[in-house]
């Protein structure tokens, strides 16, 4: 099976830049995407990694190395709306997502 | 972007009974996902509905228990059946978007079983 790691809370301040890990154990997959929810809400999609290397989209980058079996999402210049859950999620085919543990961010002033 | 609707919102239940929940796609759309998220946890994916097919079962999910059904292209349902306190959860839905690395999610079902 397949199985995803993040640490559960990062803490940070506005306008600061905040990196948050993923590793993963699987025996294949098509990419690595990254989802951001508040609390009570739906999750939304952020970003997705397809090939090794950094995307960026905005204020979030992702980053995926597959000889390391490793992931990154990149905050930049936080803002408070920024705390929320992220969570990243392996696509294993035919779009199934497996999630992984999620990482709690909170932004201070 | 897909807007996706779910009823109910939130619902308690007694133990031994069984919940419907509906999932509405603004547009049609191939695959329907449902998931399972506890407070505070990840998401867990229960099930992929297809029109036209039977659903497609992860491990540790079984059609007696999460019935579910896909009548068109833009709607779906799933049963909680014959439920316990275990199955008290967030249940969302979900759907393939234009892109394939993207999902989007419906605002999910808050279940309590007493």
């Known amino acids: 099976g397949q199985s995803l790691e993040q640490p559960s809370e990062v803490t940070a301040v506005e306008g600061a830049i905040v990196q948050i890990n993923c590793t993963y154990q699987t025996s294949g997959f098509y990419g690595l995407s990254w989802y951001q929810q508040h609390d009570g809400g739906a999750p939304t999609f952020l970003s997705y990694n397809a090939l090794d290397g950094l995307e960026e989209t905005g204020r979030f980058s992702s980053f995926l190395s597959r000889s390391d079996s490793y992931g990154y999402l990149l905050l930049q210049e936080l803002q408070m709306k920024d705390s929320a859950s992220y969570f990243c999620a392996l696509n294993t085919g035919f779009q199934k997502l497996v999630f992984g543990t999620g990482t709690r961010l909170l932004v201070s002033p | 972007s897909a807007v996706i609707s779910q009823k109910p919102s939130r619902d308690i239940c007694q133990r031994g009974t069984s919940l419907t929940i509906q999932c509405q796609v603004d547009s049609q759309v191939t695959m329907m996902f449902w998931y399972r998220q506890q407070p505070g946890q990840s998401l867990t994916l229960i099930a992929t509905?297809?029109?036209?097919?039977?659903?497609?079962?992860e491990s540790g999910f079984v059609i007696d228990k999460f019935p579910i059904s896909r009548p068109n292209l833009t709607f779906s349902t799933l049963t909680v059946s014959n439920m316990s306190p275990e199955d008290s959860s967030i249940y969302l839905c979900?759907?393939?978007?234009?892109?394939?690395?993207?999902?989007?999610f419906g605002p999910g079902t808050r279940l309590l079983v007493l």
């Open positions: 979900s759907v393939d978007g234009l892109f394939q690395e993207t999902q989007y």
């Open positions: 509905a297809n029109q036209g097919s039977e659903a497609t079962y």
